[in-house]
């Protein structure tokens, strides 16, 4: 039987608990082998992010807890721009076989008639919606993950507020023994 791949891309600046609960939940109501966490090299819209390998050592960190879950840096050798769509192109020739699913939060989709070529993205890595609390989801019957946003773990660090019960620990210390977020910056 081929294996079934969930493809959850994202910024990841930083990875926060309600990416780490969209992993487990994936892996714990869908029919997936594992789920393949992708952090995007650059911004597709030009927002500015923290350096790609210090986002790929935050997701080791987030996830680190949750068996069936690994870290993919195949964004670092694709060409820019960083979309979706070559991602996934990049994956299934990386996966030979594999069945992909792409696993969105509900808060984007009404951002998908912005993406290159959503229907592709759909044909190659039929999505795994999961519902973002403020966010209406097709399926009204799924249960919303908490409305943590990076950018308020960005503040809550640059601030020096906690950030308990948000961020991992570990992720949180990362963070700030590196200085990633010292400075407010423009999104």
């Known amino acids: 039987m081929s294996e079934r791949i969930a493809i959850f891309g994202g910024s990841f ?6 990416h780490t609960l969209a992993a487990a939940y994936v892996l714990a109501t869908e029919s997936v082998d594992r789920v393949l966490v992708v952090p ?14 210090h986002r790929v050592h935050m997701c080791g960190l987030a996830f680190a807890e949750l ?3 690994s870290i993919s840096v195949i964004e670092r050798d694709l060409p820019p721009p960083s979309l979706t769509l070559h ?15 792409l696993v969105i939060g509900s808060d984007l989709l009404a951002e998908t008639h912005a993406w290159h ?15 973002r609390q403020g966010y209406e989801s097709p399926d009204a ?3 919303a993950l908490p409305g943590v946003s ?7 660090l640059r601030v020096g507020e906690s950030t308990a019960g948000w961020l991992s620990p570990a992720v949180a210390s990362y963070a700030l023994e590196h200085g990633l977020y010292r400075q407010e910056r423009q999104d």
């Open 67 to 69: 068996a069936h879950v």
């Open 13 to 18: 600046d930083p990875p926060h608990v309600a």
């Open 141 to 143: 019957t799924t249960p």
């Open 87 to 101: 991602t996934l192109e990049a994956l299934a020739q990386a996966h030979k076989g594999a069945h992909l699913h």
């Open 150 to 156: 990076s950018t308020e773990m960005r503040r809550r």
């Open 117 to 131: 070529n959503f229907a592709r993205v759909s044909e190659l890595a039929p999505p795994i919606i999961v519902e």
């Open 40 to 53: 995007t090299a650059t911004h597709p819209f030009g927002k500015r992010l923290s350096a790609f390998m």
